[in-house]
């Protein structure tokens, strides 16, 4: 008789179990919003009145317990890009979505850096966020790009990269907290298609949307 390869469901957390997993997450959230996502993991177990142990085992790594802290701000990005893909601007509904990336990525030190690390490194907990995020941003680019209003060069790993790029010059940059806005707009110039490409209809492309 076939032997099942269905994977094994995941047993619920008892009820001890799920308020010390809310608790860590609760100071998690806390402690990376006033230290960053460097913050020490023993003062979080700590603050959550539990021992490290316990921490490690809901949260094998920093960036499980990452991933776990970000999935609403994930939940929230992904339903906007569902939005902004019925806009009648593409150009700058991608735009636009790649703004509230910046604006997630810069709500935590150290946030982006972890980001820009995780796009290259499939081993990451935290790839399961940039997996989707990736999969969302390409499908508000290829709807750009068929509009003719973003270049067909541009690839959405390089957006990626730029946004958590611009995410970290501002966090570096307090003093200057117009930096993200202006450093987005010269984005937007450079997605722009030149006018005198031509659609492969043969069509002249429009100048923008």
């Known amino acids: 008789m076939a032997m099942s390869t269905a994977p ?15 608790r860590l997450l609760s100071e998690a959230r806390a402690s990376f919003a006033d230290r960053g996502t460097d913050a020490s993991l023993d003062d979080i177990a700590r603050r959550a009145g539990v021992g490290i142990g316990t921490l ?29 893909a ?12 790649l703004g509230a990336l910046v604006t997630h990525a810069g709500e935590y030190r150290g946030l982006a850096q972890a980001l820009m690390s995780a796009s290259g490194d499939e081993t990451s907990a935290l790839t399961s966020c940039h997996v989707p995020l990736r999969q969302a941003g390409a499908r508000l680019l290829d709807r750009a790009q068929s509009s003719g209003s973003v270049r067909a060069d541009v690839s959405i790993d390089d957006l990626l990269q730029l946004t958590n790029a611009i995410a970290l010059a501002a966090e570096q940059t307090p ?17 722009k298609a030149d ?7 043969g069509r002249r492309r429009p100048p923008g949307d």
């Open 195 to 201: 006018p005198a490409d031509r659609a492969p209809s």
């Open 8 to 22: 094994t469901p995941a047993r619920p957390m008892r009820a001890d179990a799920r308020r010390n997993y809310d």
């Open 56 to 84: 490690y085992r809901h949260f094998p790594n920093r960036q499980a317990l990452m991933n776990a802290v970000f999935q609403e701000a994930l939940t929230a990005l992904l339903a906007r890009s569902r939005e902004l």
């Open 175 to 191: 003093a200057d907290p117009a930096l993200a806005e202006r450093l987005l707009r010269l984005t937007l110039r450079g997605l």
């Open 86 to 97: 019925e806009a009648d601007r593409p150009c700058t509904a991608l735009v636009e979505w």
